[in-house]
């Protein structure tokens, strides 16, 4: 996920109102009478039964601003595509076996070299921060404990420093395809310094998608918080109270990093100029050579582009069409995976990422010959919810759903999952004119 022009103005926007005291001078009053409604409730809240990623993701919805919520849980125009990625999992079935052993089972693999403890990374996702306070830190953490790779994200609120000096072990690094080599060389350095051990090259954004939720919720140009967006802060008081306790209320990356960004009032027209509508392939291997260090290619939803991407020596790409956020209209990605698998699955690592749910998806997806996944709402949820604990639960949600379902299958590793467990429906990738 990116910010767009308009998303940095209003973030802008925002944050000099929380600075100026907004909520100091107006939220705190009232937190009395808030409070009051809010208590008998809040034991609940605190030890909730979470049995599947939608239970956070109910949680999170209540936890966090409209604002924030929407910005995650929204595609681009008609939002045909966003739906689709999850609702065509849904037409792919699992054959279940029985007799079989289903002792000793293995989740743990590798991705890119990196041994990770089942086959999932928790994808770049921008704005982390203000889904939660310090939301990239909490969520790098819970990865790090869990055994699974991190992605911070470019336009993330904690900076490269941050996340690198609340954890212990290497996380990766995700850029998109900027024009300023200057910048981009010392954000490289940045993320090295940082032991960074992977990058995440993003290359389907030369051009925004329009999310029609963002402008309504005054997330748009100019920007403007409502009466009502004001309002509905307000009533998230755990949420008003962390963000009042953390300094990171900015893009931690790009604020006093990039050429001409120094304070956040300059940071929405930076934006407007940073991105590059005539990306080619050549610029994306000199961006690959300026890494000098394994690379992974995400946004990749056609044979021929998955053909030049493999080309090009990337170690590994991600089918994804960012999560329904951009091209609307655009196939799922599970329904352009395998085609993909077929045309270049022997010469570099797959991955699929957009429309993962639980760990039966994540089952699906490995049959149809993804080496590994990546998921960003279903941890974003957990993050909203709970914090970084919510985000453990939205792993073992699916570390549970994913094991459990391997074994019913008739398989032990997931090393050896293959499309003899599913039944797909003729057709399911299509042919089409």
Known sequence: MCMTQAEGQSLEIFSRWTNAGVWRNIALPVLPAIGKYYCPILKDLAMPTITEIADLKRLYRRRTPKMFYDYSESGSWSEQTFRENTSD???????QRIAT?????NLTTQLVGQ???MPVVLAPVGLLGMQCADGEIKAARAAEKFGVPFTLSTMSICSIEDVAENTEKPFWFQVYTLKDDDYMKRLMERARAAECSALVITVDLQVMGQRHKDIKNGLSAPPKLTPASIANMMTKVPWGLQMLGTKRRFFGNVVGHASGVSDP???STWIAEAF??????????QLMDMWGGKVILKGILDVEDAEKAAALGADAIVVSNHGGRQLDGA???IRMLEPIVQAVGDKVEIWLDSGIRSGQDVLKAVAL???GVMIGRSYVYG???MGEAGVTSALDVIHKELDTSMALCGRRDINNVDREILLVPKGFSGTFA
């Open 115 to 117: 041994d990770v403890a």
């Open 331 to 333: 196939l799922s990605s």
């Open 89 to 95: 999992f849904n037409e792919i079935y699992l054959r």
């Open 276 to 285: 590059d509508p005539s990306l080619n392939w050549d610029r994306i291997k």
């Open 265 to 267: 009032a300059s940071l």
């Open 101 to 105: 052993d289903m002792t000793e089972r």
């Open 383 to 385: 993050l909203g919810a």
């Open 369 to 371: 010959g993804a080496k």
